[in-house]
């Protein structure tokens, strides 16, 4: 009995740190961004509120609430008031498997340091993350107008295009683990990262994610310029903020699993595993505000074509290159 | 006992909401509906031991076809049948929902009564990953080839559906 309590107690004190630390990263990476961009762009970025701007999430949040939560008068009321909490939720959710250190020892018993270490791990995080485009379409649809639509249907092929090469360009991660389990995809990469084992794949990835988190170059749900806002056009208040945070919780969750599938984990000389973890997530973060400062948006043919054309053969051609090499060398 | 609850539940989800799929009218809704029984039949699997299946199920139907369902249906916009009026007689409506619920009850019945694994509960087993591919590339190796040799015509099949006239008369003078 005292077992049990003792596993649920652990179980939720892990939910509540990951929760925390998520939506606080995720809170502060809107500001990083806006600053970043800021000054790639010769601008200040936002400096009013707090010194340097530092409570400027906090001023977000509060405006956000204030603001009227508007309701079109066509639209589906329960899918539209349901579809901002789908994309937040499954971006969230991901988290649950993801080991930000190594197993510690807790009274005698050792504890993953993930909320829970699943067999198939890398499943999961497909299964949950291919759910993520629900929230998007659903929602489009839902406002029952136009560029919402048209935002929609632009989120659902680009899935279409990209969830396939994203799950391919797993699996030479999983045949040089040989596991599911991503403490175990960690434990692979003690000496050496995948990123220097298969930058191919790496590649492929990190692409694939781009297109996950709807960033440039491949925001064409939300394209400003030509659909207004595209899915989350008709959002206001609340709504919209579940939207815009649950894009930043998926940053910040993509990049902590680029940094489990291919940059080593905790691993890392000198410093804890926790601070290496974190550095390598702010790092791929980074990466993803710098790539949004220097790219434009691609087309729209452009993107299924790279999808299409380039990233599956690719991730095909590198399964079985990656296979070959693993049996040549008798693995 | 607890899983034995469980499963009752989930398969009641299931069926209810497979129920709700077919009668929606909206065709978005009935989507949804599909995707929420998909869930609960991966969660059965999951309670069986199989996490491996439990996750393909999701990835693969409600991550995959699913979607393509709702791209379908929002690129032709389908718009809700609004209580359109058949021309068939009243009962010919009803009388084939009646049928089927009663073939279902009756084999649920025979089903509950005659098999002996049913008194057993849940089995208490959990298949790894590292499991399910043995099984499937040894056991039933033949057949997964077989399958893998049907989806490549298939593939082959749908390039050539797809080829423009234009495309066609060109390989064509080619070769």
Known sequence: MADTLFT???ILAKLALIFGVVLFMAAYLVLAERKILGRMQLRYGPNRVGPFGLMQPLADVIKLLTKEDFLPARADKWLFLVAPGITAVTALLVFAVVPFGPTIEVFGRTIPAAVVDLNVGVLYFLGVSSMAVYGVVLGGWASCSKYSLLGSV????????????????LVPVIMMARSFSLHDIVMAQASVPFLL????ACFVFLICILAESNRIPFDLPEAENELVGGFHT???????GLFFVGEYINLVVLGSLMTVFFLGGWHGPWLPPVVWFLIKVLMVCGLFIWIRACLPRLRYDQLMNLGWKVLLPVSLLNILVTGAVLLGLGL | ?????????????????TALAIIQRNPVYA???LVKSIFALALIFY???????????????????MVLFLFVIMMLEITPVSARKSSAPGWLSWTPVVLVALVLAVMTLLLIG??????????????TPRDFGYALFNEYALAVKIISFQLSFAAVGAFHIGLTERRRARMEKDS
């Open chain 2, 1 to 17: 006992m607890t899983a034995t609850l469980i499963f009752y539940l989930l398969g009641a989800v299931a069926l209810v909401t």
């Open chain 1, 197 to 200: 084992l298969n930058p191919v």
């Open chain 2, 114 to 127: 005659l098999d002996p694994v049913a008194e057993q509960g849940i089995p208490r087993w959990h298949a």
């Open chain 1, 234 to 240: 008709e959002y206001s208040g609340m709504r919209f």
């Open chain 2, 47 to 65: 309670l069986l031991g199989a996490p491996l299946v439990a996750a393909l199920q999701v990835i693969v139907y409600a991550g995959a076809i």
């Open chain 2, 31 to 33: 989507v949804i509906y």
């Open chain 1, 154 to 169: 632009r989120g659902l092929s680009q899935m279409v295009s990209y969830e396939l090469s994203l799950g391919l360009s």
């Open chain 1, 8 to 10: 649920v107690v652990l």
